[in-house]
């Protein structure tokens, strides 16, 4: 090593040694550790979606390399303190696209900074029991196991699939009062609004044209015909790009929200409000315009289309209010029985949500085919117009929802754990529509399959049967050729998990499972009855089936040293909520920690 390499070791030896080691042992508190971590997952299925002019590839292969250093400092000085955590993430893949991005290392060797903690908090703040926080922070006042409704002050993090209720941290002011041991108001303002972090997969969601957002179902088949004829004549509607309209960062839209927090015996009460905006975006406006480009496809010179119609989609965050309540506690149930039988443990979440409307603009362009010609014009929502009419369909109502997770869990001695819940409704699902009514969302739409009896000599094929039944310009009415499936826009879910514990436990084997109970609505034109109909895709048919797998072994070998090996499995039809592309796929994972 160089005199300049000594030199530089040793001054920060010297920096390092001067932030940990107190000036004073009774003034000063210095905690530090952290971890190194490893992760090697491998997608082993094929998860590509798009025709050759639009494809997305998902291929059978590595997608995450990622090594993390998590450095945790706790520094505390009598009533005050500042916390630190956070991630330096290497990717470990290249992000190089040619000779000249060799030379640079931040796209050989791409890394980022996570910060899950940046905050400082003092106690007993201007009156005894008022503490105070400010900074980079998570609040979590839900008290399910990862699913919580009532979550909502910070974004949710959903890149990484594999860390279920996960959330991104953001600057906050947190007040907690505490009027006795057993009653606490809490108070939190978080100045400028942080959207969800989307996993990479969520760019295959563009390619699905099909999955209308507008509630009106009349609507969406007038469109999905549309769409469907401009795709027989060799144009079809593809997205081309999005905008985010992210709230300005004004006053008017701060975040905040208060909690209740108190004890009932032996249960744990919460009561709290959010007044803020949903995460995950919405779409409010959309515009078509017609490219004229022939072309085929590279590998068979006879699939060429003629052009395409190009959307560009501006999403925004809509404002919503929710009110929660939480409870946790233990139930002793069969305790009569038994003195060896535990009591029970369970935790209920429930979150009210308070939407605003929201409508969907969708402005198009000249459009010209086969002999009709469309002017640039606002879409005519309610009929043909030369200048458009009616009002901008709903996308989302102001009605309100409810989202809510029960579990229970019990442990049965050293060696097993089961935890049950309930979970009704996602983090990425919004809007009224359940079991007990209300809309629903489109999974899949399109034309459905004609039969050959309906084609005459005015309709003598598919492209002629839409126009003259479902797509004219001049009458347009889709009830005859439309097909979706459909599903509640707040879904159920069972969800299971059982640990089993061994070796004193360091060794962990670990089985999760989601099973999507929501069942789905084929929604078509039948020419046999002459009028549109209904099949119902229960759970636990073929149709209807979606569950999530997530078994993982994990050994402690001590010294902070771990090993943890398992796979996501995600199934179901590709409109489903776990076969969805967009979900991303199963997945085989390691991981190698080491912790101090």
């Given at each position: 090593?160089?005199?300049?390499?000594?030199?530089?070791?040793?001054?920060?030896?010297?920096?390092?040694?001067?932030?940990?080691?107190?000036?004073?042992?009774?003034?000063?508190?210095?905690?530090?550790?952290?971890?190194?971590?490893?992760?090697?997952?491998?997608?082993?299925?094929?998860?590509?979606?798009?025709?050759?002019?639009?494809?997305?590839?998902?291929?059978?292969?590595?997608?995450?390399?990622e090594h993390i250093l998590k450095l945790k400092v706790n520094a505390g000085y009598d009533r005050f303190q500042g916390v630190v955590?956070?991630?330096?993430?290497?990717?470990?893949?290249?992000?190089?696209?040619?000779?000249?991005?060799?030379?640079?290392?931040?796209?050989?060797?791409?890394?980022?900074?996570?910060?899950?903690?940046?905050?400082?908090?003092?106690?007993?703040?201007?009156?005894?029991?008022?503490?105070?926080?400010?900074?980079?922070?998570?609040?979590?006042?839900?008290?399910?196991?990862?699913?919580?409704?009532?979550?909502?002050?910070?974004?949710?993090?959903?890149?990484?699939?594999?860390?279920?209720?996960?959330?991104?941290?953001?600057?906050?002011?947190?007040?907690?009062?505490?009027?006795?041991?057993?009653?606490?108001?809490s108070g939190v303002l978080v100045p400028l609004f942080k959207p969800a972090l989307l996993p990479k997969s969520a760019a295959v969601g563009l390619k699905s044209t099909d999955r209308l957002p507008m509630v009106d179902a009349a609507l969406r088949r007038r469109i999905h015909s549309e769409q469907g004829y401009a795709g027989l004549n060799d144009y079809p509607t593809l997205i081309q790009g999005t905008e985010l309209a992210l709230p300005e960062p004004t006053w008017r839209n701060m975040q905040f929200s208060f909690r209740l927090a108190f004890n009932l015996g032996e249960h744990d009460v919460a009561l709290s409000y959010y007044n803020g905006r949903s995460d995950i975006p919405l779409p409010v406006s959309n515009t078509l315009v017609q490219t004229m480009d022939p072309r085929c496809d590279p590998n068979n010179d006879a699939d060429c289309i003629a052009g395409s119609l190009d959307t560009r989609v501006t999403l925004t965050y809509p404002h919503i209010q929710v009110a929660g309540l939480n409870m946790a506690g233990e139930a002793d149930l069969l305790g009569w029985i038994s003195d060896d039988i535990s009591p029970l443990g369970y935790r209920f979440e429930l979150g009210v949500y308070f939407p605003s409307e929201y409508r969907i603009e969708v402005q198009q362009g000249a459009v010209s085919l086969m002999g009709f010609e469309v002017p640039a014009r606002e879409y005519d929502y309610n009929g043909p117009s030369v200048d458009g009419s009616g009002e901008r369909p709903v996308v989302l109502s102001d009605r309100p929802y409810a989202k809510w997770t029960l579990g229970v869990d019990y442990t049965f001695d050293e060696h097993w754990y089961v935890n049950a819940m309930w979970v009704h409704g996602l983090a990425d699902e919004v809007g009224a529509g359940d079991w007990m009514g209300g809309d629903k969302k489109v999974r899949q739409g399109g034309l459905?399959?004609?039969?050959?009896?309906?084609?005459?000599?005015?309709?003598?094929?598919?492209?002629?049967?839409?126009?003259?039944?479902?797509?004219?310009?001049?009458?347009?009415?889709?009830?005859?050729?439309?097909?979706?499936?459909?599903?509640?826009?707040?879904?159920?879910?069972?969800?299971?998990?059982?640990?089993?514990?061994?070796?004193?436990?360091?060794?962990?084997?670990?089985?999760?499972?989601?099973?999507?109970?929501?069942?789905?609505?084929?929604?078509?034109?039948?020419?046999?009855?002459r009028q549109r109909v209904e099949t119902k895709w229960s759970p636990v048919s073929k149709e209807g089936f979606s569950l999530v797998i997530f078994p993982e072994l994990n050994y402690n070998f001590g010294g902070g040293f771990e090993l943890g090996a398992g796979a996501l499995a995600q199934l179901g039809r590709r409109y489903t909520k776990f076969g969805d592309p967009a979900a991303g796929g199963s997945l085989i994972w390691t991981r190698a920690r080491y912790s101090f």
């Amino acid at each position: 090593m160089g005199a300049f390499g000594m030199l530089r070791t040793s001054t920060l030896a010297l920096a390092l040694s001067a932030l940990a080691a107190p000036a004073s042992a009774s003034e000063l508190e210095l905690d530090f550790g952290g971890r190194i971590q490893s992760n090697i997952r491998y997608r082993p299925d094929d998860k590509s979606v798009g025709a050759w002019y639009d494809r997305t590839d998902q291929k059978s292969e590595f997608v995450r390399n990622e090594h993390i250093l998590k450095l945790k400092v706790n520094a505390g000085y009598d009533r005050f303190q500042g916390v630190v955590d956070a991630d330096f993430v290497w990717t470990g893949f290249t992000r190089s696209q040619d000779l000249e991005d060799l030379s640079f290392r931040e796209t050989v060797e791409p890394n980022r900074l996570e910060a899950h903690s940046a905050y400082l908090e003092g106690s007993d703040v201007f009156v005894e029991g008022l503490d105070l926080r400010v900074g980079q922070q998570i609040v979590s006042w839900g008290v399910a196991d990862q699913f919580n409704p009532t979550n909502n002050l910070n974004a949710d993090d959903l890149e990484d699939r594999l860390l279920f209720g996960v959330q991104q941290a953001n600057l906050m002011a947190r007040a907690d009062y505490t009027v006795e041991d057993w009653f606490t108001f809490s108070g939190v303002l978080v100045p400028l609004f942080k959207p969800a972090l989307l996993p990479k997969s969520a760019a295959v969601g563009l390619k699905s044209t099909d999955r209308l957002p507008m509630v009106d179902a009349a609507l969406r088949r007038r469109i999905h015909s549309e769409q469907g004829y401009a795709g027989l004549n060799d144009y079809p509607t593809l997205i081309q790009g999005t905008e985010l309209a992210l709230p300005e960062p004004t006053w008017r839209n701060m975040q905040f929200s208060f909690r209740l927090a108190f004890n009932l015996g032996e249960h744990d009460v919460a009561l709290s409000y959010y007044n803020g905006r949903s995460d995950i975006p919405l779409p409010v406006s959309n515009t078509l315009v017609q490219t004229m480009d022939p072309r085929c496809d590279p590998n068979n010179d006879a699939d060429c289309i003629a052009g395409s119609l190009d959307t560009r989609v501006t999403l925004t965050y809509p404002h919503i209010q929710v009110a929660g309540l939480n409870m946790a506690g233990e139930a002793d149930l069969l305790g009569w029985i038994s003195d060896d039988i535990s009591p029970l443990g369970y935790r209920f979440e429930l979150g009210v949500y308070f939407p605003s409307e929201y409508r969907i603009e969708v402005q198009q362009g000249a459009v010209s085919l086969m002999g009709f010609e469309v002017p640039a014009r606002e879409y005519d929502y309610n009929g043909p117009s030369v200048d458009g009419s009616g009002e901008r369909p709903v996308v989302l109502s102001d009605r309100p929802y409810a989202k809510w997770t029960l579990g229970v869990d019990y442990t049965f001695d050293e060696h097993w754990y089961v935890n049950a819940m309930w979970v009704h409704g996602l983090a990425d699902e919004v809007g009224a529509g359940d079991w007990m009514g209300g809309d629903k969302k489109v999974r899949q739409g399109g034309l459905r399959e004609f039969l050959p009896s309906e084609f005459t000599t005015e309709s003598p094929d598919a492209r002629s049967y839409v126009l003259n039944n479902c797509a004219n310009p001049l009458n347009p009415d889709g009830t005859k050729c439309a097909r979706e499936v459909l599903r509640n826009s707040i879904g159920d879910y069972l969800v299971l998990g059982v640990d089993f514990k061994w070796s004193g436990g360091d060794g962990l084997f670990r089985v999760f499972t989601i099973w999507d109970l929501t069942g789905y609505v084929e929604d078509t034109y039948d020419p046999l009855q002459r009028q549109r109909v209904e099949t119902k895709w229960s759970p636990v048919s073929k149709e209807g089936f979606s569950l999530v797998i997530f078994p993982e072994l994990n050994y402690n070998f001590g010294g902070g040293f771990e090993l943890g090996a398992g796979a996501l499995a995600q199934l179901g039809r590709r409109y489903t909520k776990f076969g969805d592309p967009a979900a991303g796929g199963s997945l085989i994972w390691t991981r190698a920690r080491y912790s101090f």
